[in-house]
Structures are given as C-alpha cells and as structure tokens.
C-alpha cells in the first residue's frame, strides 16, 4: 500500500501532543483550523473537532508505533484496516480553508436584510438576519413571535431571499 491520508479520531485536548509524536514517526499530520469571532475576538477553531488527517503508509514498520500513539483513538475504515481518503480531497479542503480564513467566503445575505425561513418548524415566517455564525453553516436571525423579537439559529441553507415590500399608493 503506498502513503496516502487517513483520517484519525483522537482524544480531545490530546491534539498538540499528538502531533509531536506522529511526526516523531514521520507522519504528516493535517488539522484544518478556520478562524472564527466570538465576542468580538478572532480565534482558530478545529474544522472537524477530535480528527486529524494523517500522511501515513499503514503497512510500513512503523505502523503499530503509529496506531497506537498516546491519544489517538483509531482511524476510520472498516474493522482494523483503515480507509484512505484521495489527496483530492485533502486539497480541496485545504483550499477552502485558506479561503474562509482570508475572508473569501461569500455572505449571501447582509446584517438587516429581510429574510423568509424556508423550511423546519419554522417555515414562512419572515425574519430579519443578524449574522453568520462561522465553521457551522449557521446563522442567527431576528423572528417577531408573540409581540416580541427572538434570536434564533439556524442552518443557513434555510433561508431565502424575501422580496421586498412594496408600498401601496
């Protein structure tokens, strides 16, 4: 088998640590981390918390040092045999991390604009956006419900345009 990208579940807060030891090995370790706000401050959060992609040939000699590194859990794939994933894959990933964290996601909608909820327990009711929530496709909207404006989140695929009103005359 030659090297390819495994994908590895491993023990949270056991990242930094982890990383040392595989490359230790040899391994090229892979976490994509995009950069998000909270409370007005920037920070790097993991893309996929708990896995890592690793650069690894799981039939070399050092495989079992690898697999059983200190904080590593297992890798994905069916039974003992891990499954690769395309360096494709791997890229694209990496080009679209790059992207967000240099502000080149495209906002489909803009803080005020008026909005309709498509589909979910929700559906039909015009809200107002708020903001994009980063690195959970969410976002949060004001709803009118029962006299009073609620913050909501959701996904963001659910929301739609809402024409503009007109005014009659």
Known sequence: MAISWYVAAIQRGKESA?????????VEVYSPDI????????????????????????NSDKWPR???????????????????VSHVLVD??????????????EAAFL???RVRIGSGALA???????????GRQRCEVLVSLVGRN??????????ESSPPTSLLV
């Open 18 to 26: 982890l990383k040392v030891g595989l490359a230790l090995h040899g």
């Open 35 to 58: 950069i998000v706000v909270k409370r007005g401050r920037k920070l790097r959060e993991p893309l996929f918390p708990s896995y890592l992609f690793c650069l690894l040939d799981p």
């Open 66 to 84: 690898i697999r059983w590194a200190k904080g590593l859990r297992y890798f994905l794939g069916a039974g003992s045999q891990p499954l690769p």
């Open 92 to 105: 694209e990933i990496r080009a679209r991390v790059e992207g967000w964290n240099h502000g080149g996601w």
């Open 111 to 113: 803080p005020g604009q």
């Open 124 to 134: 039909g009711l015009d809200a107002v956006f708020t903001r994009y929530l980063p």
């Open 150 to 159: 609620h913050a909501i989140q959701l996904p963001s695929m659910v929301l």
